[in-house]
């Protein structure tokens, strides 16, 4: 018998509305040794498939019939007790959202070496010796001065990281990585697959690997699995199912993925016939969206960021000489024209958060000047003056689920900053929040929910509307498409491409994702340490960079050149 046996799985979610089935009759193996890659929409089922091997589904959710097996034995339906044994020593799991999967209250070695003293039977020296292994494997710079901070001192791809090295710390005989590189640049992510794939090949560990990452796929996994609306419609090789697939579905959504080696107009969507729910195009220039109140053009830079420095303490102490600080921008100056696409690109870490939250207001330099259209941010000290300003720029966070109210339904969540600066009648805003939402694909019942109800890739797309409901000039995206499959992906970029055109909006995309910068960005500025080592086209970034970081950078890029042009020929 294979290493993890899922046998006609059925997962459930009931409620006064009726069942609804996340996963229908799904069967799959995954050998020891071998790296199974689980990819779909968003929404598809991927993450609940694994919660429900390791019986963490969100109640109501429950397994109506089928079995799980791992080597051999049965483990779906264990009790609580016996379930836990498994989680950590047999099975570890990798969360898609590091900062909900990590404990705000205690530092990085509390929860590190508590992973390990309740799984391995080792001393608490031996447990903190093994936490400061993993951190220095999967990439933490200075791992014995960051295992004593807490996890909101850390950049969202280090928390991942910190996840990851949780994951792996007990050495289980399966991995469940649900996206672990969502967060990740690509020379970390580069780091932890490689550190995933040895330990499959020399420990003959066992991953299922849920993303929407095709790079990652095509470059780690050994098979495919492809699901849609809880349904698995194909399953072979990486090459059979990437280079020749044979379901429609799996080749509409190949060839939505973006291209690395070239710049499209446009992003190719997924035209399954049953995929993704119709966006609803709006007469953009006739609706309330496209009736700005800021019409006038101004001449210079609308963003312009002069010798920007931040600092964050580490260290504190009633003795200056005794506190210390990590650098996270040094010097950083960069301006962006109204109506273009400015990208920031660097590793987790690198300050490119850092600056994106400064020019927000979120974070206050230490020294240096931010101004908006002439207009120095840093001068403004109360809220009143900021106002205005602020509803011009926007911002889409990276993590989408903390960004938002969690007791508030999505339509409200929305509406909020209409209202609060009344930018439209009362009788207006229903209506303009429907709009918003069929505009980014939801449908206009979403807006009865609450963000628990969706999926990473839907909580993004309400985050994206509720941006876009102040009608800003200049839009603030950190990681706007990390927890978005491909085919949502390419509506969202194509759609703020659309806006952009119509609403000569200027963007600020910060993003991890190179083949993604490519296509949206007219031009790039690299970061490292703090510092921006490079600012270029966006063409002569990929094609002729000259510093030997971004050199680095673009040859750590994962390709998936090949396969998406057999399928936009397929596609077409």
């Avoid at 931040?310 to 301006?335: G, P, W």
């Amino acid at each position: 018998m294979s290493l993890l046996e899922v046998q006609h799985l059925q997962i459930e979610y009931p409620s006064r509305h009726g069942v609804m089935i996340a996963v229908n009759d799904l069967s799959l193996s995954i050998n020891a040794g071998e790296i199974v890659g689980i990819v779909g929409e968003s929404g598809a089922g991927k993450s609940t498939i694994g919660n429900a091997i390791i019986d963490l589904l969100s109640p109501p959710g429950v397994i109506a019939q089928g079995e799980v097996f791992l080597n051999g034995n049965k483990i779906s339906g264990l009790s609580r007790e016996q379930m836990r044994q498994v989680r950590g020593s047999k099975i570890g799991f990798i969360f898609q959202d590091p900062m909900t999967s990590l404990n705000s209250l205690f530092t990085i070695e509390q929860q590190m070496v508590e992973t390990v003293l309740a799984n391995l039977d080792v001393t608490r020296e031996q447990a903190y010796q093994r936490a400061l292994d993993m951190l220095a494997a999967v990439g933490i710079p200075e791992p014995e001065l960051r295992i004593k901070q807490y996890p909101h001192q850390f950049s969202g791809g280090m928390r991942q990281r910190v996840v990851i090295a949780i994951a792996l710390i007990c050495e289980p005989e399966l991995i469940i990585a649900d996206e672990p590189t969502t967060a990740l640049d690509v020379s970390i992510q580069d780091q932890i697959l490689e550190l995933i794939k040895k330990l499959c090949k020399e420990r003959q560990v066992g991953c299922m690997l849920v993303t929407h990452d095709m790079g990652v796929v095509a470059s780690v996994t050994d098979k495919v699995a492809v699901m849609y609306r809880g349904q698995l419609v194909e399953m072979g090789s990486t090459e059979q199912v990437l280079g020749s697939p044979n379901h429609e579905y799996t080749k509409s959504l190949i060839s939505a993925v973006p291209r690395s080696d070239l710049k499209l107009v446009r992003f190719p969507l997924v035209n399954y016939i049953e995929a993704a729910e119709e966006i609803h195009q709006l007469d953009i220039a006739n609706h309330w969206l496209g009736q700005s109140q800021d019409q006038k053009q101004y001449q210079g830079p609308l963003l312009k960021v002069e010798n920007v420095n931040l600092r964050f303490t580490t260290k504190d102490s009633i003795f200056a000489s005794r506190r210390e600080y990590v650098q996270a921008s040094n010097n950083v100056s960069f301006e962006i024209i109204e109506g273009e696409t400015f990208g920031l690109v660097g590793e987790s870490g690198s300050g490119k958060s850092t600056i994106a939250r400064a020019i927000a207001g979120l974070y206050t330099p230490q020294s240096g000047r931010i101004t908006f259209e002439g207009v120095d941010l840093t001068q403004l000290k109360n809220e009143q003056a900021r106002r205005p300003l602020r509803r011009q720029m926007q911002m889409v966070f990276q993590n989408p689920y903390t960004s938002m109210n969690p007791r508030m339904k999505v339509a409200d969540i929305i509406a909020e900053p209409i209202r609060f600066h009344r930018l439209a009648e009362k009788h207006q805003v229903d209506q303009i929040v429907s709009d918003l939402l069929d505009h980014v694909g939801l449908g206009r019942k979403a807006g009865l929910k609450y963000p628990h109800e969706f999926s990473g890739g839907q909580r993004q797309r309400i985050s994206i509307a509720r941006a876009l409901a102040t009608r800003p000039r200049l839009l603030i995206c950190d990681e706007p498409t990390s927890a978005l499959d491909v085919s949502v992906q390419a509506q969202i970029l194509n759609l703020l491409k659309d806006l952009q055109d119509e609403l000569n909006l200027t963007m600020l995309f910060i993003s991890h994702d190179l083949p993604v910068i490519r296509q949206m960005c007219d031009r790039v500025g690299v970061m490292k340490h703090g510092q921006l080592v490079e600012v270029g086209d966006s063409e002569q970034i990929f094609t002729a960079p000259q510093h030997q970081y971004s050199k680095n950078l673009i040859s750590l890029m994962p390709s998936f050149a090949a396969f998406s042009t057999q399928n936009l020929q397929i596609a077409k």
